[in-house]
């Protein structure tokens, strides 16, 4: 049957039913409700067609969810407790309500019925047209009171509204919680589809730097080497100007907007400034991470070849070679990082390490100014090396010197 002749043919069959009769039916529990039970059900049917078939919720057992509904002064609290009470499908939902009874769907209190205890309506309307001697909470649903209809408690729709009729009384307060966002639970995700996603971020992050370093020898290799250099000779004192770098960096950056701030022409250079400077700093970041691959790739195939292994030095050589050791540092992260406890100590380790390579490259750019100064990079000959008497018949490194022999009185 479509829609449109179901939702007739339910409105006619609620319309055979005459309210007088109902409002006239006995109160005890004999065939005297038969006809306003027919009719709620066929107006629920019609009003609620898309929500769960109305049905009682039978009561947990002692290990079960329950509620306590008699006092509604923490909603939300109230709210979390119902929502993690609810089963798919929801026939299979349990659940105990301290002095009260709970149900599904959209349920209608007749005028001839008195319920006595509090009322928990889960996913659906609660239409109050007898009287209810305690509180009234629907989840997901409205509480309306029609003319004849009386709360003798409190109200709390959670995700609903709450509507009085006519003569429709609420003795107690009334409360309206707009549903709190349920978030969906997420499936587990295999761990090999965890190793393959870190791998492919992690290849695709070496990818990017793989070209920039190629790009840098290519444009800017003395500049690079001078950097590499000054890794390589001066480590510590690298890393401790890295440190105070990162320190002064914000300092810096607000000196150099207040500075432009006092004049006009300086205001509006500021926005220029401020791209200006995020860029050099980006730039010294990575350029001295890259420093630090160069100057490690070139310690390694130093090292291969005097074990006589036959390679080209080279500058490209050296950066592929140091960010692949680089990598390294990642890899356990990737493989075991999967390990509740483990996965987070390797995560922390490698990030660490990672900040100590990027913090001495930062401080060797700063002290060699972006490859422009020698002094930190082991180049400069002292001045004592510079004397005939330590020149003499022997290079300036590789070999110890050795004194010219005094001349003998003959």
């Given at each position: 049957?479509?829609?449109?002749?179901?939702?007739?043919?339910?409105?006619?069959?609620?319309?055979?039913?005459?309210?007088?009769?109902?409002?006239?039916?006995?109160?005890?529990?004999?065939?005297?409700?038969?006809?306003?039970?027919?009719?709620?059900?066929?107006?629920?049917?019609?009003?609620?067609?898309?929500?769960?078939?109305?049905?009682?919720?039978?009561?947990?057992?002692?290990?079960?969810?329950?509620?306590?509904?008699?006092?509604?002064?923490?909603?939300?609290?109230?709210?979390?407790?119902?929502?993690?009470?609810?089963?798919?499908?929801?026939?299979?939902?349990?659940?105990?309500?301290?002095?009260?009874?709970?149900?599904?769907?959209?349920?209608?209190?007749?005028?001839?019925?008195?319920?006595?205890?509090?009322?928990?309506?889960?996913?659906?309307?609660?239409?109050?047209?007898?009287?209810?001697?305690?509180?009234?909470?629907?989840?997901?649903?409205?509480?309306?009171?029609?003319?004849?209809?009386?709360?003798?408690?409190?109200?709390?729709?959670?995700?609903?509204?709450?509507?009085?009729?006519?003569?429709?009384?609420?003795?107690?307060?009334?409360?309206?919680?707009?549903?709190?966002?349920?978030?969906?639970?997420?499936?587990?995700?295999?761990?090999?589809?965890?190793?393959?996603?870190?791998?492919?971020?992690?290849?695709?992050?070496?990818?990017?730097?793989?070209?920039?370093?190629?790009?840098?020898?290519?444009?800017?290799?003395?500049?690079?080497?001078?950097?590499?250099?000054?890794?390589?000779?001066?480590?510590?004192?690298?890393?401790?100007?890295?440190?105070?770098?990162?320190?002064?960096?914000?300092?810096?950056?607000?000196?150099?907007?207040?500075?432009?701030?006092?004049?006009?022409?300086?205001?509006?250079?500021?926005?220029?400034?401020?791209?200006?400077?995020?860029?050099?700093?980006?730039?010294?970041?990575?350029?001295?991470?890259?420093?630090?691959?160069?100057?490690?790739?070139?310690?390694?195939?130093?090292?291969?070849m005097a074990r006589g292994v036959s390679i080209s030095p080279n500058s490209y050589r050296y950066i592929v070679t140091g960010l692949g050791m680089a990598a390294m540092i990642w890899l356990a992260w990737i493989i075991f990082g999967w390990v509740p406890v483990a996965g987070t100590l390797m995560l922390t380790a490698a990030g660490l390490a990672t900040w100590s390579l990027a913090t001495v490259g930062f401080g060797a750019a700063l002290l060699s100014r972006g490859g422009m100064r020698e002094h930190f990079a082991g180049r400069l000959i002292s001045p004592e090396m510079m004397t005939d008497e330590y020149l003499w018949a022997t290079p300036q490194f590789g070999v110890p010197a050795v004194k010219r022999?005094?001349?003998?009185?003959?």
């Amino acid at each position: 049957m479509r829609a449109g002749n179901r939702h007739a043919a339910l409105l006619f069959l609620a319309a055979l039913i005459p309210a007088a009769s109902v409002a006239a039916a006995p109160v005890g529990d004999g065939m005297g409700h038969v006809p306003e039970r027919l009719r709620r059900l066929l107006l629920g049917a019609l009003l609620y067609e898309g929500g769960p078939a109305p049905q009682a919720v039978r009561a947990a057992d002692s290990t079960g969810p329950t509620v306590n509904p008699s006092r509604l002064d923490q909603p939300v609290r109230l709210e979390r407790e119902l929502r993690a009470a609810l089963r798919k499908p929801i026939s299979a939902t349990r659940l105990t309500v301290t002095g009260g009874t709970a149900r599904i769907g959209a349920y209608s209190v007749g005028s001839a019925e008195t319920i006595h205890g509090h009322l928990v309506i889960l996913e659906g309307s609660a239409e109050v047209h007898g009287r209810v001697e305690g509180n009234v909470v629907t989840l997901d649903g409205d509480v309306t009171v029609f003319p004849g209809g009386s709360i003798a408690g409190d109200v709390l729709a959670i995700g609903g509204a709450v509507h009085r009729v006519g003569n429709g009384s609420i003795s107690g307060t009334e409360q309206e919680l707009a549903a709190a966002t349920t978030v969906p639970d997420a499936q587990p995700v295999p761990i090999l589809t965890r190793i393959v996603g870190r791998a492919a971020g992690l290849t695709g992050l070496l990818v990017v730097l793989l070209v920039l370093g190629l790009g840098l020898v290519t444009f800017g290799r003395p500049n690079l080497e001078i950097v590499s250099d000054t890794v390589a000779h001066s480590f510590g004192r690298s890393f401790l100007a890295g440190l105070l770098g990162q320190v002064l960096v914000l300092p810096t950056f607000g000196m150099l907007v207040i500075g432009l701030a006092l004049t006009i022409a300086g205001a509006l250079l500021i926005p220029f400034a401020v791209a200006v400077y995020v860029l050099v700093v980006v730039v010294t970041t990575i350029g001295g991470l890259l420093a630090v691959a160069h100057a490690a790739g070139e310690r390694v195939s130093h090292r291969r070849m005097a074990r006589g292994v036959s390679i080209s030095p080279n500058s490209y050589r050296y950066i592929v070679t140091g960010l692949g050791m680089a990598a390294m540092i990642w890899l356990a992260w990737i493989i075991f990082g999967w390990v509740p406890v483990a996965g987070t100590l390797m995560l922390t380790a490698a990030g660490l390490a990672t900040w100590s390579l990027a913090t001495v490259g930062f401080g060797a750019a700063l002290l060699s100014r972006g490859g422009m100064r020698e002094h930190f990079a082991g180049r400069l000959i002292s001045p004592e090396m510079m004397t005939d008497e330590y020149l003499w018949a022997t290079p300036q490194f590789g070999v110890p010197a050795v004194k010219r022999p005094e001349k003998r009185d003959e």
